[in-house]
């Protein structure tokens, strides 16, 4: 089914990109989790209110309710989380099958008896396991942080459901990094297509985030899927999660097909 | 017995490049040298065999199974020596032997310790910072491995020229295999390399 040996080779070779990745993330989740202070919550709000209304909402710090939640959701998951796993994501892609296939070592894979389609799911579980892994250690050390910090503040479930969105949403973008990843014989295509979709959502999502006159743009951004306010207001999310996982699921078994039945330049 | 048959392989890449009605045979315990001018369609031909391509019409068999369906099947017991070498950055050659190792799905390493001394390998530096020479000499050894029993190899200018094919060669000999050698070279640099010339090809295409 998969290829234990190309699987260590693959965690060896991501294991670098992923640490860095998530050392950053590290520092900032601390910091903004001790920037929560239920007394100057209004302050900041003050503060805030200087700045124009359209750039705060393009960050992602509209929802500045007063939980620890509200403050996590709109700081954190407002943009962070989507930008730097994102950075990961594309890297590790794009590394899956597309670089191989440009650099020539999947000549190399291939002329052991492993089938295509191993090669291709094996990449595709390390892909999906490591930003599984990284999004649950965000999520285990936001809680145990903010236990230490403002005990029993968190809403632990509100939290839960928050990450459990962000992470099935990095399911469907990788999937479309990986199903570029299978279609394009070198690196520049799949970039231009794993790394630019996803770049173009962020940046239309900030966009239409900025007001009403933008706000139509959000049909046009796989992010509206993923509305952090909207998750921890306690708004039915399913149907926006289970279109996620849709998504997900298509682009990955299509780019395994693909990438099973196309000629190679090898 | 047919260890390689082609039949009737056709792939049209346009502007008369490619490979067309390509049809030959090549026996067990043959040596057997491809030759033709650049843009003949070698390598096309090989793709074929290695399952990398999907012909047009036509197909090939390696040990009687369909080349582009039963590619992982087949490599049990072909070797291939690409011609560029290319691996995963910052792998140590040992790291590299043993991954090919591993991913062929073997647990000997003897005879992979021999040929690291036939070839006097520097398996604790990086491939990529490696002397050429060596990382080509890593890369014949991930062929030759396991032993599988025949090969296709895969050579040009700067193999020859370095060297490269006379060490294989020599473990040809060695190891009493049987080999398929493409070579993309000047007929002139070839003339140290022993072949056999299978005088049935019918390439219809050739360019220059």
Do not use: W
């Not at chain 1, 919550?41 to 209110?49: F, H, K, P, R, T």
């Not at chain 1, 490591?130 to 942080?145: D, R």
């Not at chain 2, 491809?34 to 090939?60: C, E, M, Q, V, W």
């Not at chain 2, 006097?120 to 080509?136: P, V």
């Amino acid at each position: 089914m998969i290829s234990k040996p190309l699987l260590k080779a693959t965690i060896k070779q991501n294991f670098m990109i992923f640490l860095i990745i998530l050392a950053v993330l590290m520092l900032y989740l601390p910091i903004i989790i001790a920037m929560y202070d239920p007394a100057t919550q209004d302050s900041l709000e003050e503060v805030l209110n200087l700045l124009p209304q359209g750039l705060i909402s393009a960050m992602g710090f509209n929802n500045l309710g007063t939980s620890l939640l509200d403050f996590i959701s709109s700081y954190f998951y407002g943009l962070l989380i989507l930008l730097l796993p994102m950075i990961y994501t594309i890297i590790i892609c794009n590394r899956s099958i597309a670089s191989h296939v440009d650099k020539g070592s999947m000549a190399y894979l291939l002329s052991t008896a492993n089938k295509r389609t191993t090669i291709a799911r094996t990449q595709a579980l390390f892909i999906i396991v490591s930003t599984s892994i990284m999004i649950g250690i965000v999520t285990l050390v936001g809680i145990i942080l903010s236990n230490i910090m403002f005990p029993g503040k968190l809403d632990v479930p509100g939290f839960l459901l928050l990450n459990l969105g962000a992470l099935l949403l990095y399911y469907s973008i990788t999937g479309i990094g990986f199903f570029a990843s299978c279609l394009f014989n070198d690196t520049k295509n799949s970039l231009m297509i794993g790394a630019g979709i996803p770049v173009a959502f962020l940046v239309i999502q900030m966009i239409s985030d900025i007001g009403e006159k933008t706000s139509f743009l959000k049909y046009f951004t796989l992010f509206t899927l993923y509305d952090p306010s909207k998750i921890i207001s306690g708004d039915s999310c399913i149907l926006q999660f289970i279109t996620l996982i849709i998504i997900a699921v298509l682009m990955y078994t299509i780019g395994i097909y693909v990438f099973d039945k196309r000629d190679l330049p090898l | 017995m047919s260890i390689i048959k082609i039949t009737g392989l056709t792939k049209d890449y346009g502007n008369q490049k490619g490979i067309f009605d390509l049809t030959f045979n090549i026996e067990e315990g043959e040596i057997f040298g491809y030759l033709g001018p650049n843009g003949a369609g070698k390598t096309t031909t090989i793709r074929h065999l290695l399952g990398f391509l999907k012909p047009d019409k036509g197909g090939s068999q390696i040990l009687g199974m369909d080349c582009r369906l039963k590619s992982a099947e087949i490599m049990k017991n072909l070797g291939y020596l690409p011609g560029e070498i290319a691996f995963f950055d910052g792998m140590k050659g040992m790291e590299f032997l043993n991954f090919m190792g591993e991913m062929k799905g073997l647990k000997d390493t003897s005879l992979r310790d021999r040929l690291v001394d036939m070839f006097q390998l520097d398996t604790k530096g990086r491939i990529r910072k490696i002397f050429i020479l060596t990382f080509e000499d890593a890369s014949s050894a991930t062929d030759f491995i396991n032993n599988s029993p025949f090969d296709i190899i895969e050579a040009n200018n700067k193999t020859v020229k370095l060297g490269i094919l006379g060490n294989v060669t020599e473990l040809i000999k060695a190891l009493d295999k049987y080999k398929v050698l493409d070579l993309d070279t000047e007929k002139s640099s070839l003339e140290d390399i022993f072949m056999h010339y299978y005088g049935d090809l019918n390439i219809s295409q050739k360019s220059d």
